[in-house]
């Protein structure tokens, strides 16, 4: 089955899994103490530790192992922002940014911080003038992803370092999608990754603090890891962590331009093959094995449903999964569309081949989930035009309130509007992506007795 979700978590690396399975042997012991045993085990976690730091672009020393990535972004903003008090509570951070950023943010304002989310453009990234613009003179600390976890855009992280370094303040880079790939751009003062996001085995996060940088470890005190990550070091998975990561980064050069090349495939075979879809992200400054598409017309948990019966494993950010009924608020800050949204994230060692039978496989299933939906094929002009209508979508889910706008709109006249009644928080993000999409006028949000009125008028 092609396994095209490796955003999420890569599949174990073989060197990855030949570390693991030799450190169980020789890395259970206690390393602070100084008998063999523990000396062994000392000089595998100092070993991985320089290979890691050796991998981030920082000193051993730097360098922390946590027991998640999402810890790595806990410790990191909270160390951050309590070494920094006496400066000020105002955090900066991007409105695309990982959950584990937006929690954070999230808990520093329920304290009585701050939080200012710079926006982004229509494909994902952010820019230094709006960093610059959003930092203060009680600014602690600013949060800025090496590149998105759900459309792959690259951050122009070098820019804003040095936006944040001539303020004066520290820059926390989630570096989790991009590490395995290559280093960061210097500039950071604090970086967070996730090994099973490069192949590494789960449990284990890397944090890196720059000397010099204002940094006190919030919880109780633990003597292990600087005093920065309670409890006893997961030995076998650090090395595993470390030596999956030096091993892809040696790949990466080769890896990179191959999946580069088939994504490009789908990037462009996509909009051709299935009509009514729009491919999101940065074109060029994207992450090599990631692409992101939302098709109209299309409940995004049934598409993910059936492609997983076609034995395709991805996954969405749409308003329609299981796990939520609200839009992804990455595709909500973008303004693009969020049904049917399908992330392909290929890992290491993909093939061209389940790359083409994933194409031949997804125009049919899009089509049938269309039809079940009764999606328009195309939206004929009606010759007994009204110059309004409303359509009443109350109590519906996406995408059934774009499905309704669109069988409808060839209805009214050039210059006529429709108004659709909606009390689906979606339909906020879908129907004006809709009309960018289909080049009608998205007139704006009407308040109405139930849920909200959104008017669209007919330009083409």
């Not at 951050?80 to 999230?106: C, D, K, T």
């Not at 960018?436 to 704006?444: F, L």
Request: hydrophobic share 45%.
């Amino acid at each position: 089955m092609p396994y095209f979700d490796a955003a999420s978590s890569a599949p174990l690396h073989p060197v990855a899994r030949q570390a693991l399975l030799a450190a169980l042997d020789e890395g259970w012991a206690d390393p602070a103490r100084l008998y063999r045993e523990g000396r062994r085990a000392r000089l595998l976690l100092d070993a991985a530790r320089e290979t890691a730091a050796e991998a981030v672009g920082c000193r051993p020393d730097e360098l922390t192992f946590t027991p998640s990535g999402t810890r790595a972004v806990h410790s990191g903003i909270s160390g951050a922002l309590a070494g920094r008090r006496r400066v000020g509570r105002h955090l900066v951070v991007s409105a695309v940014e990982h959950s584990s950023v937006l929690h954070s943010a999230a808990t520093h304002e329920a304290q009585g911080g701050s939080v200012f989310e710079v926006a982004v453009d229509r494909s994902g990234a952010v820019s230094a003038a709006a960093y610059a613009q959003a930092l203060r003179e009680d600014t602690a600390l600013a949060c800025l992803q090496s590149a998105n976890h759900e459309v792959g855009t690259e951050q122009p992280v070098a820019e804003v370092a040095e936006v944040c370094r001539a303020a004066g303040v520290p820059l926390l880079v989630d570096a989790a999608q991009s590490l395995g790939w290559g280093p960061v751009p210097e500039g950071w003062s604090l970086l967070a990754a996730s090994a099973h996001k490069w192949g590494g085995p789960s449990g284990v996060g890397l944090l890196a603090v720059r000397k010099g940088v204002r940094f006190a470890a919030q919880g109780p005190a633990d003597e292990r890891e600087s005093g920065r990550a309670a409890g006893f070091e997961n030995i076998p998975a650090i090395v595993a962590a470390a030596a999956s990561l030096r091993a892809v980064r040696t790949e990466a050069a080769a890896e990179s331009v191959r999946l580069r090349a088939l994504v490009d495939r789908i990037r462009l075979r996509v909009p051709q093959l299935v009509p009514d879809v729009e491919v999101v992200g940065d074109p060029v400054r994207r992450l090599p094995h990631l692409v992101t598409f939302s098709c109209l017309y299309v409940d995004g948990e049934t598409l993910l449903h059936e492609l997983d019966r076609c034995e395709f494993a991805v996954s969405s950010g749409s308003s329609c999964t299981s796990s939520t009924l609200t839009p992804s608020h990455v595709l909500r800050a973008m303004g693009v569309l969020s049904e049917g949204n399908v992330r392909v994230s290929l890992p290491a060692g993909t093939t061209a081949e389940d790359v083409d039978r994933f194409l031949d496989v997804l125009p049919g299933v899009v089509g049938d989930v269309r039809e079940r939906l009764g999606a328009p094929v195309s939206a004929p002009p009606s010759p007994a035009a009204s110059a309004s209508l409303v359509v009443d979508a109350l109590g519906k889910r996406c995408p059934i309130p774009v499905i309704e706008l669109a069988k409808v709109i060839g209805d009214v006249p050039l210059g006529g509007t429709v108004t659709v009644l909606s009390d689906d928080e979606a339909a906020r993000l879908d129907i004006p992506a809709w009309c960018v999409m289909r080049e009608q006028e998205y007139v704006g949000e009407e308040p109405a007795d139930r849920g909200s009125a959104h008017v669209v008028r007919r330009l083409t």
